[in-house]
């Protein structure tokens, strides 16, 4: 089946760093990407959506220069957190879709990041 | 706002008998609905998933009921297994959004 690879899988790291993450479709070509955020015991919360090509399109209440996201390829996608602070501690996953909303999406296996 | 609504956080089967995990949304505009399998750490895996053309679709021991007037589907597992054991997420996507619920976690005891 596709594969969804998302690197790293968790960081700690101190307050006001910056953090990369990246999530790449291994075996088939991702029209859009999915950055998703959980909080514990919480549903996934999209952050926002990214075409190949494009500008990402943010979800209400996500802070667009916070979290930088690229997706300069049909293969990958990255979520920068800028300056981060410890309320940005969470779990980060990405997704792929072949298309659009209407196809399943295959998901990484999440980041979780801390920050001290 | 809770576009998608799973009410119950956890649900405990036993072994061999029916696991039924519910999800509720408002949003008329959706149309396609997707259930998501999630280990801990680890990210979501696609199960199985209905179009709002049809009122039931089945895989296995897994089957996924839509009832559209309600906005109400559900997922059946029969017979449950341990390894079954996990966090399932229902989603609703149409018009280009797409929206998970809590998630239910589901416990199957051997």
């Known amino acids: 089946g596709a594969v969804v690879s998302q690197h790293p899988s968790r960081v700690i790291c101190k307050s006001g760093t910056s953090v990369k993450i990246e999530c790449r479709s291994l075996d088939f070509q991702a029209t859009t990407m999915f950055w998703y955020r959980q909080f514990p015991k919480q549903s996934l919360m999209l952050m926002a959506t990214s075409n190949e090509g494009s500008k990402a399109t943010y979800e209400q209440g996500v802070e667009k220069d916070k979290f930088l996201i690229n997706h300069a390829s049909l293969t990958l996608s990255t979520l920068t957190v800028t300056s981060a602070h410890p309320e940005d501690s969470s779990f980060y996953i990405c997704?792929?879709?072949?298309?659009?909303?209407?196809?399943?999406?295959?998901f990484g296996d999440g980041t979780r990041l801390s920050i001290l | 706002d809770q576009q998608v609504k799973q009410n119950s956080p956890s649900l405990s089967v036993q072994e061999g008998r029916i696991s039924i995990l519910n999800c509720d949304y408002t949003?008329?505009?959706?149309?396609?609905f997707l259930w998501y399998k999630k280990y801990p750490a680890e990210g979501p895996t696609f199960l199985i998933s209905i179009s709002s053309i049809k009122d039931k679709n089945e895989d296995g021991r897994f089957t996924v009921f839509l009832n559209k007037s309600a906005k109400h589907l559900s997922l059946h597992i029969v017979p449950s297994q341990p390894g079954d054991s996990a966090v399932y997420f229902c989603?609703?996507?149409?018009?280009?959004?797409?929206?998970f619920g809590a998630g239910t976690r589901l416990t199957v005891k051997p």
């Open positions: 989603a609703a996507s149409g018009n280009n959004d797409m929206r």
């Open positions: 949003n008329s505009m959706f149309d396609y």
């Open positions: 997704s792929a879709s072949r298309q659009n909303s209407n196809q399943p999406q295959h």
